[in-house]
C-alpha cells in the first residue's frame, strides 16, 4: 500500500483491514527506531491538536449522541459515549501524564557473564503490534494510542460504531500529532469501517498483529477469547471476597468490608462475597448489616449467617459465582481459612481476594496459596488498580495467567528478549 | 475421582481426561502450599529410583525398541527413543541439578509503599497446571517433570506412543519419588492410553489445564497451537542469521560464521542464512568458502555471491526462509545494516540473530532494531540456549512475544501476582 495515506476502507473489508495490519507491521518496525523524546513529543502534540479541536470534538459527539437517542440506546450507553468538557480535559491531561511516565523499552536487566565468556541479558522490547477492540467510550481511543505508542507498539483501534463520528474527530488530531512529531502515521490506525467483519478479520492476522486487548463486556470479551488466531489480554470477571479471620482487627475488617464493596458498585475489584471466619460472626455480622444498611446494600447469605442475621435472604448457588456490580453482596461463614481458600478456588475469578487478620502466618499463607491477580492483606480489594499500584497509566486488568497479570500499564504491552554481547565469542 | 489412586483409562478417554485434569487442579492448590525443601527431597528421590530401576527401565525401553523396529520407524527416530546407559545417568544428573536450582517461587519483587499506604510489590507464583505434548524421547518425561515441580507446577506428561512402556517405567519411578517426599501423587501424572483423542482433550480443558508446551516437529507445534484451546508456549522454526558488516573484525566474523553453521547443523539456533555487507563480500567470502567446505556444507548463494564464489549454486527465495538443519547454508551480500535488518524482519523467524561489527553505533542499532527472541553482537547464534544462558535447565526456547520469550527456564513456567500489604487501609 502506499507509505503516503492511510486506507480506506472499501467494499472488501477483508483487503482493507489487510492493508491496516501491513502498515501497522511496517510502522512498528519503524518504532523501533523512535527514541523516547519523540514519542512524548507526539503525545504532546497529540494532546495541543485535541485541546485545539474541541469544538469539533464536542459536535462529532452530539451527532452521535442524537444518533444514539434516535436509536433507542440506553441512558447507561448515552451517558459512556457522551464526551463532555470534562473528559476532554481527562483526555488531555492522561496524554500529558503519558508522556511524563518513564519509557520501558530498552531497559535491560540482568546483564551478567557467563563463563563462555558472553554477556547476557534481557532486554524490555514492544510487543509489536496491538489491536484494541473496545465499545462506546470515545476517549479509550486516546487512552490506547497513548500507551501503545508509549510503549513502542503500533496499534489498531477499532471502537464502537455508535462512537463512530467522535472516534473518527479523535483519529484526527491523533494523526496530526504523529504527523507533527515526524512519526509514522501508521503508527495509530482508527478501524474506519463500522463493519462488524472487520473485528472477525483485526483478531486473524498473526502475521499483522501481535495480540489483541478487547475492552467491553464480558460476553464481547469471551467472543474475542474463543475465536482469536492471536493471543488476547482479557479481563473477564471480578469476583472479589474478603475474608475475616477470626484473628483479625475487627475495626480493620469492618472499614475493609465496608469499603470494598460500598467504594463504587460497578468495579471489577468490588468486593462481591464476604466470608466471615464462625467465631467472629456473631459479634461482627450485625455491625456490618447496620454499616450495609446505611448504604441500602441487599445482603444474601447462608443458612449459618440467617442464623444470625434473620432478615437476611438465603444465598442460592448461583450467588457464590455471581458478580453483582451492584448493591449487593453475598456472606458465607466459614471455618478458618482452609475453608476459606478452598471456597475462594472453588468460586472465585482469581481477580482480586483479600484476608483481614493480624496472624503473621495466616498472612504468609493466604499470599502464597490465593491463585489470584491480586492478593491482599488488611487492604481493601478496591486498591487492585493500575494507578494505585503506581503503574502511571492502566490499559485494563488481566484475569490471564500468562505474561500480565493484574493491572496492565505499558510495561504489558512490552516484552523481553535475551541479548547477547560478545567479543568474537563461539561456542566449544 | 479417588484420592488414593490415579485415574486409569477406559473407553471413554473424554472422561478419563477429565479425571486427570481435576487431580492436577487440585495437586496445584497442593503444590502451592509445598516448600523448596520437600520439592527437592522428591526430586532426589526421583533420582535414586531411576538409579534403582535401571534394569527395568532398560527391558521397557528395549521393548519398546523392539515394536519401533517391527513398526519399522527410522534409525533417527530410533536413536531418539533409545535409553543408553548414558541416558539414564543424563536423567540421573538432571534431576540433581533441578534440585540444586533455586527456587523461583515465592520470590517478591519491587515491593514499595504507595502514597495511599499500602505497600504493593509482585510475587512468583506456578502457573498451576502445565500440560506437556511430546514425541519419541522419553528423557523428556522426567526434564519436564522435574522443572514442573520444582516450579511448582503440576503437570500432565504425554509422550509419544512409540516410548509408551519405556515412559510407564519412568513415571512408576517418579510416583515412587513423589510418595517418598509426601507429595500428592497427581503432581505429575503420565497420560497412559496412547488413543491420539488424549491430545484433543487435554489441550481443550481450560479449566484444568493453564498452560500447554508442545515439543516436538514443527508440524506437531503447529496443529496444537492451532487446535489449543489454551495458552500455547510454543517453538516454531528457527532461520537464524549473522550479519557480517564492513565495520567487523573479520577474524571474529570468520570464526563466528563457521561456528554458527558447523557447531551443530539440527539445532533451532544454528545459523541458516549469512549476510555479508558488500564491502567485506569479496575479501571474507573465499576464506568462508574454504572453511564450509572443509565441513562440507552446501552453499546457496545470491547473484553477487555466484560472482565471488562462482561454484555456488543459485538460491532461491524458497532458500532465504529454509530453515535446513543440514550442511547447507545460504550466502546473501547486502548493502549495509538496513538491509540486513529488512532481510531478517522479511526472511527471519524472529529466534535468533547476531551481527558482527566493531560500530558501537551500529551494534545497539542491531539489538534495539532487530525483533527476534535473541539478539547477539560479535557472539555465535549457537549460545542461544538456557544452560549457556545460565537458566540452569531448559523446557524449551519459545518464539512466543507473549511471557516467556527465547530459553524458557523453571521461571517461564512461573507467573507473577500483585501482593498488597496493608494495616486496615481503605480507598478514599
Same mark, same amino acid.
Given at each position: 500500500?502506499?507509505? @503516503? =495515506?492511510?486506507?480506506?476502507?472499501?467494499?472488501?473489508?477483508?483487503?482493507?483491514?489487510?492493508?491496516? &495490519?501491513?502498515? =501497522?507491521?511496517?510502522?512498528?518496525?519503524?518504532?523501533?527506531? *523512535?527514541?523516547?523524546?519523540?514519542?512524548?513529543?507526539?503525545? /504532546?502534540?497529540?494532546?495541543?491538536?485535541?485541546? =485545539?479541536?474541541?469544538?469539533? #470534538?464536542?459536535?462529532?459527539?452530539?451527532?452521535?449522541?442524537?444518533?444514539?437517542?434516535?436509536? &433507542?440506546?440506553?441512558?447507561? #450507553?448515552?451517558?459512556?459515549?457522551?464526551?463532555?468538557?470534562?473528559?476532554?480535559?481527562?483526555?488531555?491531561?492522561? /496524554?500529558?501524564?503519558?508522556?511524563?511516565?518513564?519509557? +520501558?523499552?530498552?531497559? *535491560?536487566?540482568?546483564?551478567?557473564?557467563?563463563?563462555?565468556?558472553?554477556?547476557?541479558?534481557?532486554?524490555?522490547?514492544?510487543?509489536?503490534?496491538?489491536?484494541?477492540?473496545?465499545? $462506546?467510550?470515545?476517549?479509550?481511543?486516546?487512552?490506547?494510542?497513548?500507551?501503545?505508542?508509549?510503549?513502542?507498539?503500533?496499534?489498531?483501534?477499532?471502537?464502537?460504531?455508535?462512537?463512530?463520528? $467522535?472516534?473518527?474527530?479523535?483519529?484526527?488530531?491523533?494523526?496530526?500529532?504523529?504527523?507533527?512529531?515526524?512519526?509514522?502515521?501508521?503508527?495509530?490506525?482508527?478501524?474506519?469501517?463500522?463493519?462488524?467483519?472487520?473485528?472477525?478479520? /483485526?483478531?486473524?492476522? +498473526?502475521?499483522?498483529?501481535?495480540?489483541?486487548? +478487547?475492552?467491553?463486556?464480558?460476553?464481547?470479551?469471551?467472543?474475542?477469547?474463543?475465536?482469536?488466531?492471536?493471543?488476547? *489480554?482479557?479481563?473477564?470477571?471480578?469476583?472479589?471476597?474478603?475474608?475475616?479471620?477470626? $484473628?483479625?482487627? #475487627?475495626?480493620?475488617?469492618? =472499614?475493609?468490608?465496608?469499603?470494598?464493596?460500598?467504594?463504587?458498585?460497578?468495579?471489577?475489584?468490588?468486593?462481591?462475597?464476604?466470608?466471615?471466619?464462625?467465631?467472629?460472626?456473631?459479634?461482627?455480622?450485625?455491625?456490618?448489616?447496620?454499616?450495609?444498611?446505611?448504604?441500602?446494600?441487599?445482603?444474601?447469605?447462608?443458612?449459618?449467617?440467617?442464623?444470625?442475621?434473620?432478615?437476611?435472604?438465603?444465598?442460592?448457588?448461583?450467588?457464590?459465582?455471581?458478580?453483582?456490580?451492584?448493591?449487593?453482596?453475598?456472606?458465607?461463614?466459614?471455618? &478458618?481459612?482452609?475453608?476459606?481458600?478452598?471456597? *475462594?478456588?472453588?468460586?472465585?475469578? @482469581?481477580?482480586?481476594?483479600?484476608?483481614?487478620?493480624?496472624?503473621?502466618?495466616?498472612?504468609?499463607?493466604?499470599?502464597?496459596?490465593?491463585?489470584?491477580?491480586?492478593?491482599?492483606?488488611?487492604?481493601?480489594?478496591?486498591?487492585?488498580? &493500575?494507578?494505585?499500584?503506581?503503574?502511571?497509566?492502566?490499559?485494563?486488568?488481566?484475569?490471564?495467567?500468562?505474561?500480565?497479570?493484574? +493491572?496492565?500499564?505499558?510495561?504489558?504491552?512490552?516484552?523481553?528478549?535475551?541479548?547477547?554481547?560478545?567479543?568474537?565469542?563461539?561456542?566449544?
Amino acid at each position: 500500500m502506499s507509505r @503516503h =495515506a492511510l486506507a480506506t476502507p472499501g467494499d472488501d473489508i477483508g483487503a482493507y483491514m489487510e492493508q491496516l &495490519g501491513d502498515a =501497522a507491521r511496517q510502522a512498528s518496525a519503524a518504532m523501533r527506531r *523512535i527514541d523516547t523524546g519523540r514519542k512524548n513529543a507526539a503525545l /504532546l502534540a497529540m494532546a495541543r491538536q485535541i485541546e =485545539a479541536e474541541r469544538p469539533a #470534538l464536542i459536535d462529532a459527539n452530539a451527532r452521535d449522541l442524537e444518533r444514539g437517542r434516535a436509536s &433507542g440506546l440506553d441512558d447507561a #450507553l448515552l451517558d459512556r459515549l457522551a464526551l463532555t468538557q470534562g473528559r476532554i480535559d481527562a483526555m488531555v491531561e492522561g /496524554l500529558k501524564q503519558v508522556a511524563a511516565l518513564p519509557d +520501558p523499552v530498552g531497559e *535491560i536487566d540482568g546483564l551478567h557473564s557467563r563463563p563462555s565468556g558472553i554477556q547476557v541479558g534481557q532486554m524490555r522490547v514492544p510487543l509489536g503490534v496491538i489491536g484494541i477492540i473496545y465499545e $462506546s467510550r470515545p476517549n479509550v481511543t486516546v487512552e490506547a494510542a497513548s500507551l501503545c505508542l508509549k510503549s513502542g507498539n503500533a496499534c489498531i483501534l477499532r471502537g464502537g460504531s455508535e462512537a463512530r463520528e $467522535s472516534n473518527a474527530a479523535i483519529a484526527a488530531c491523533i494523526a496530526r500529532g504523529l504527523a507533527e512529531a515526524g512519526l509514522p502515521e501508521a503508527a495509530v490506525q482508527v478501524v474506519a469501517t463500522t463493519d462488524r467483519e472487520a473485528v472477525g478479520y /483485526l483478531i486473524s492476522m +498473526p502475521e499483522y498483529v501481535d495480540v489483541i486487548i +478487547p475492552r467491553g463486556g464480558k460476553s464481547l470479551i469471551e467472543r474475542i477469547s474463543r475465536e482469536a488466531k492471536v493471543p488476547v *489480554i482479557k479481563h473477564l470477571d471480578g469476583v472479589c471476597h474478603v475474608y475475616v479471620d477470626a $484473628s483479625a482487627d #475487627l475495626g480493620k475488617a469492618l =472499614a475493609i468490608a465496608v469499603n470494598a464493596k460500598t467504594h463504587r458498585y460497578g468495579t471489577c475489584n468490588t468486593m462481591e462475597t464476604l466470608l466471615i471466619d464462625a467465631p467472629v460472626a456473631a459479634g461482627l455480622l450485625p455491625k456490618l448489616a447496620a454499616a450495609y444498611a446505611e448504604h441500602d446494600v441487599e445482603l444474601r447469605g447462608c443458612e449459618r449467617t440467617r442464623e444470625v442475621l434473620p432478615g437476611v435472604t438465603a444465598a442460592s448457588e448461583d450467588d457464590w459465582y455471581a458478580e453483582y456490580l451492584a448493591p449487593v453482596l453475598a456472606v458465607r461463614i466459614v471455618n &478458618g481459612v482452609d475453608e476459606a481458600i478452598a471456597h *475462594i478456588e472453588r468460586y472465585g475469578s @482469581h481477580h482480586t481476594d483479600a484476608i483481614v487478620t493480624e496472624s503473621y502466618t495466616l498472612s504468609r499463607r493466604f499470599l502464597a496459596e490465593v491463585d489470584s491477580s491480586s492478593v491482599m492483606v488488611n487492604a481493601s480489594t478496591r486498591f487492585a488498580d &493500575g494507578f494505585e499500584y503506581g503503574l502511571g497509566a492502566e490499559i485494563g486488568i488481566s484475569t490471564n495467567k500468562l505474561h500480565a497479570r493484574g +493491572p496492565v500499564g505499558l510495561e504489558g504491552l512490552t516484552t523481553r528478549k535475551y541479548v547477547v554481547l560478545g567479543d568474537g565469542h563461539v561456542r566449544d
